[in-house]
Nanobody, 119 residues
Framework: QVQLVESGGGLVQPGGSLRLSCAASGFSFSRYTMNWYRQAPGKGRELVAASSSFGGKNYADFVKGRFTISRDNGKNTAELQMNSLEPEDTAVYFC?????????????WGQGTQVTVSS
């Protein structure tokens, strides 16, 4: 059974930091690109950061220099270190795993974790 379980969300003041974790199971983690998405109230889901299976990393412009994505293929975990948080970062953050094998798309989502940035 595939599972992606996020943790680490919460309430933080502007300028603060949070570290989100995603624990994966039930699939070949190292072969998947791991992504973090977020969805703010009334808005669509947007890609925040990506960590590819071969080590590449990409970030949305609005988090560059503030957020860092990492993964541990031995522990089947992905993390998102978020620094210098702003109220605009308030959203539900989702862990996502995606891979294309033999032309077929395999994609999994976690349930999300709430991040609220407020004084």
């Amino acid at each position: 059974q595939v599972q992606l379980v996020e943790s680490g969300g919460g309430l933080v003041q502007p300028g603060g930091s949070l570290r989100l974790s995603c624990a994966a199971s039930g699939f070949s983690f190292s072969r998947y690109t791991m992504n973090w998405y977020r969805q703010a109230p009334g808005k669509g889901r947007e890609l925040v950061a990506a960590s590819s299976s071969f080590g590449g990393k990409n970030y949305a412009d609005f988090v560059k220099g503030r957020f860092t994505i990492s993964r541990d293929n031995g522990k089947n975990t992905a993390e998102l270190q978020m620094n210098s948080l702003e109220p605009e970062d308030t959203a539900v953050y989702f862990c996502n795993a995606v891979s294309i094998v033999g032309g077929d798309l395999y994609e999994y989502w976690g349930q999300g974790t709430q991040v609220t940035v407020s004084s």
